[in-house]
């Protein structure tokens, strides 16, 4: 097994650099879409409402890896160049912002009603009151189960091996085809993920028990 | 001289098919301390929730503070700057301290200077004697606590009216007198008052103006005095002897 990862290093190093980049991208855009869809979705007025939902409802129920194809395929059609990594990282941002839209909803709607109350009596607007009182409580509640969402990010980003995105699952393909080593390099990329989410995994746990 | 600050005009209001407020005519001038007593159900938070707008009216005029609450075109926020509120559960927003709670909303809708928000925040604590909690969090307090500085978050904003909806319900009987007399003191600084009340004693004492309010409408509008001493509808007969018999046996 340390022979696969010696002789292969340059290339598991690579892929793992190349999930760590499309994660943390993904990352970055599926929180801020996914926070904005939230607040759309509770938003008073229907219309914003409505999109919300319909966008989240789309891109939660389809598979992942059928998003990520539409980009990498169909969308290119329409004369948009994209690399793999970039389909994939978009299919991964968009896929992943609905499940944080809906558990910033959720968060959102955990505040109680009396926040916005209170603020809106004390002369706030609306957007007042939800970017000073209601959003950072809500946000505080649901910094678990993003944490969740965050580690389930990291292990989508394997669709990128589909896409020829050169991600760590993607080598580890290549590497186990030259090799035929195929059981020990799967193991050694089950390691290089664990690496990657193991810590996070554990960061939330500790936050979660301080928050509580 | 006495200026109309509150004016409801044959005001209704529906949840539904419930008919919650019917046929409300109500003057209320500047300056008046307006206590709001009858039995739960009855519509007295539904009615002092319309006058900022926390619940709109179905039909009807009302007018606060000049500005006419049944046109949609009417701005609340305006309105909600000149009349605070203080609610049955405090809510004191939870993420902010106490000292936070009160200098937010002068900060950011009045755009009123750090150092004179602060001064002003400082001064209102020490009037309802929590200044040594400026810097707590609204958990760490006690449900007196809460509404004391609840109270102070209101006046911050120099308000023409503040609404207070059960303002002591929720609260341990050690932790009223306080409360009352942080009620006391902004009633003797000429802001208007309307008090959703069971306190008999502050309606008695410190209003102005007594209204008895059971399904939906007003049946009686006096003297506190001449309430308690000569209720005229038997309704507030049956009321009121529940009341005191309650106290007595409580």
Known sequence: ?212 | MATPIIEFKHVEKYYGTYHALRDINLTIDSGQVVSIIGPSGSGKSTLIRTINGLEPINSGKLIVNGFDLADKKTDLNKIRKDVGMVFQHFNLYDNHTVLENITLAPKIVLKRPDKENKERAMDLLKRVGLENRANMYPAQLSGGQKQRVAIARSLAMDPKVILFDEPTSALDPEMIQDVLDVMRYVADQGITMVVVTHEMGFAREVGDRLIFFDQGQVLEDEKPEEFFDHPQSERARQFLSKVITEKLGG
């Open chain 1, 1 to 212: 097994m340390a022979k696969i990862l010696v002789d292969n290093w340059p290339q598991f190093i690579h892929g793992f650099w190349n999930t760590v980049w499309c994660s943390l991208i993904a990352l970055f855009f599926s929180l801020l879409l996914g926070v904005i869809f939230a607040l759309m979705e509770v938003a008073p007025s229907k219309l914003a409402s409505a999109i919300a939902h319909i966008y989240i409802e789309i891109f939660r129920n389809i598979p992942l890896l059928v998003i990520t194809m539409i980009f990498y395929l169909v969308v290119p059609r329409s004369g948009i160049k994209m690399s793999g990594f970039a389909a994939g990282t978009i299919g991964l941002a968009l896929y992943s912002s609905a499940f944080i839209a809906e558990t910033v909803r959720a968060g959102i709607n955990s505040v109680g009603k009396g926040q916005m109350e209170g603020a809106r009596s004390n002369g706030m607007t609306y957007n007042q009151a939800m970017r000073y009182v209601i959003l950072p409580q809500a946000l505080k509640i649901v910094i678990p189960p993003l944490g969740n969402q965050f580690v389930n990010l990291i292990k989508n980003s394997s669709v990128l091996a589909f896409v020829a995105g050169f991600d760590l699952m993607y080598e580890a393909d290549t590497i186990a085809f030259s090799s035929l080593e195929t059981i020990n390099t799967y193991i050694i990329v089950g390691v290089f993920y664990l690496i990657l989410t193991l810590p996070l995994s554990y960061y939330m746990r500790y936050l979660e028990k301080r928050l509580a």
